[in-house]
Every structure is written in C-alpha cells, then in structure tokens.
Antibody, heavy 117, light 112 residues
Framework: QVQLKESGPGLVQPSETLSLTCTVSGFSLTSYSVSWVRQPSGKGPEWMGRMWYDGDTAYNSALKSRLSISRDTSKNQVFLKMNSLQTDDTGTYYC???????????WGQGVMVTVSS | DVLMTQTPVSLPVSLGGQVSISCRSSQSLVHSDGNTYLHWYLQKPGQSPQLLIYRVSNRFSGVPDRFSGSGSGTDFTLKISRVEPEDLGVYYCLQSTHFPYTFGAGTKLELK
C-alpha cells in the first residue's frame, strides 16, 4: 500500500538549516510527484513545494529563496532543505503524494520541527 | 496568492445532524484546462489531513456518501449529512489551480 514517512531532527537552532527526508513505498517517484506541506500548531497547512515525477521542482514563492527539494529515486526518497530557519518555521512538516498538480491523496504522519535555541 | 476563506470557524453539531461548510476563494478556481481544482480535507486530532473530496465534487476512495461537495468559480460548499463521531475534526479546503497552492484556515466540527 501507499506509504510516506518523514524523518529528520525535531529541534533546529535559529539561522540553521533544516534537512528532512521523505521515504515512500507503494508507488514510484518516477510516476507520481511528492509535495511538502507544513502546518504551524493550530493553523492551516501551507504548501511548500513539489518534486515532480520527471525530476522538475516547483516552490512556493514565499519560501523559494530558502528552500530546495531533491530526490534519490533508487532509495525512494525525497529531500527537503530549508536554510535560515526562524521561530515561525516551527510546525509539523508533511510529505504527500501529489497527483501532479491536482490533489494530495496520501500523507505521511508528519514530523514536528521546533526552531529554538 | 489566492486567499481561501472558510466559514464558519467553528461548527457545533449533534450526531445524526447535517452541516455545511463554506469555502470562498479570492479568484476564480477554474483552470485554463477547464477543471476546477478545489479539494476538501479532514484532519482528525493528532492525525494528518485526509482527502475527502477532490475537484469540487468527487469523493475519494472509501469516503462515505454522507460527504458531498458542490460549487463553482469562487464559491464552494462541503455538506455532511448524518454526522458520525468519526467526522469530528478540522476541515480544510485547498486550491491547486493557482501557484502557490493555498489552504483555508479551517472549520472545526465539534459536538454541541
């Protein structure tokens, strides 16, 4: 069955770089896109960016200068790197299977990231 | 960015009752390909969002027919009939017509 699982550090220092990994199973990264979505506690989700099935990327313009999404298809993994973290980057980060510009049908369990010194 | 406005913020309901949630967008969500990319999600406490309705009115696999979506242009509605305990949580609308994709702030469905 389709599964996605995020992994990464739960605590990041201000101004440091966040690195997260999304490991997928049950589908191919060359057939489906994967998006990253984050959610501050008690607030609505925010779409961050996408790794298209063909290897192209798309980013939320609000984050584009700080964000990079890449993948390793041999390991079924998609990576998120975001630099210059601040306290308002605190929240839960999800990876989702993305029906290529349509809807997000399967989500990982999420990883809570706290930005604090 | 397209602003998605959901109302109400909180929605008390009795089990077995019927409710409607509104989602309005600041721009038309009709894509140049003719589709309208407006979707609905439910986030239960402590869980990830789960897809309920895609492209305005299509129920995702396994979603009961108590859930229905409608609307066009900038005005959309999710209706839930015969509310059950597992329907409680926060409902979000999402538009994927325009970049960047944007979510509503959520409507919390809770027991009266």
């Amino acid at each position: 069955q389709v599964q996605l699982k995020e992994s990464g550090p739960g605590l990041v220092q201000p101004s440091e770089t966040l690195s997260l990994t999304c490991t997928v199973s049950g589908f191919s990264l060359t057939s489906y896109s994967v998006s990253w979505v984050r959610q501050p506690s008690g607030k609505g989700p925010e779409w961050m960016g996408r790794m298209w099935y063909d290897g192209d990327t798309a980013y939320n313009s609000a984050l584009k200068s700080r964000l990079s999404i890449s993948r390793d298809t041999s390991k079924n993994q998609v990576f998120l790197k975001m630099n210059s973290l601040q306290t308002d980057d605190t929240g839960t980060y999800y990876c989702t299977r993305d029906e290529g510009g349509d809807y997000f049908d399967y989500w990982g369990q999420g990883v809570m990231v706290t930005v604090s010194s | 960015d397209v602003l998605m406005t959901q109302t109400p913020v909180s929605l008390p309901v009795s089990l077995g009752g019927q409710v409607s949630i509104s989602c309005r967008s600041s721009q038309s969500l009709v894509h140049s390909d003719g589709n309208t990319y407006l979707h609905w999600y439910l986030q239960k406490p402590g869980q990830s969002p789960q897809l309920l309705i895609y492209r305005v009115s299509n129920r995702f696999s396994g979603v009961p027919d108590r859930f229905s979506g409608s609307g066009s242009g900038t005005d959309f509605t999710l209706k839930i009939s015969r509310v059950e305990p597992e329907d409680l949580g926060v409902y979000y609308c999402l538009q994927s017509t325009h970049f960047p994709y944007t979510f509503g702030a959520g409507t919390k469905l809770e027991l009266k």
